[in-house]
């Protein structure tokens, strides 16, 4: 069983930057690929990047391409999601995601991974 804890979140300007975390409670955190999803309100849970168990290939939504960068330090056990040029759009409720996956990155739909954190809320203000 793993568990996810993130933080990082707040309310941040329209333009500004946060960095979210996600740390893994596993020791083998390098068996499994890992995202991040957000949901806003009334909306369905929206994908947002993904990263492979070495985090040497990442894949990114539409909405955040150019804009968010997601990395991983294994050796912490923990994920990033670097957010830059922040949106009023980008308000949500993010989650960090792990499926054990040993090649390859994970995809696009939140129903092939196994673990899910509680989520940090990030707001954006215009």
């Known amino acids: 069983q793993v568990q996810l804890v993130e933080s990082g979140g707040g309310l941040v300007q329209a333009g500004g930057s946060l960095r979210l975390s996600c740390a893994a409670s596993?020791?083998?955190?390098?068996?499994?690929?890992t995202a991040w999803f957000r949901q806003a309100p009334r909306n369905a849970r929206e994908f947002v990047a993904a990263t492979s168990w070495s985090g040497a290939v990442t894949h990114y939504g539409d909405s955040v391409k150019g804009r968010f960068t997601i990395s991983r330090d294994n050796a912490k056990n923990t994920m990033y999601l670097q957010m830059d040029n922040l949106k009023p759009t980008d308000t949500a409720v993010y989650y960090c995601?792990?499926?054990?996956?040993?090649?390859?990155?994970?995809?696009?739909?939140?129903?092939?991974?196994?673990?899910w954190g509680q989520g940090t809320q990030v707001t954006v203000s215009s």
């Open positions: 995601a792990a499926v054990r996956l040993l090649r390859g990155v994970a995809g696009t739909n939140e129903d092939e991974y196994d673990y």
């Open positions: 596993t020791q083998t955190f390098d068996d499994y690929a």
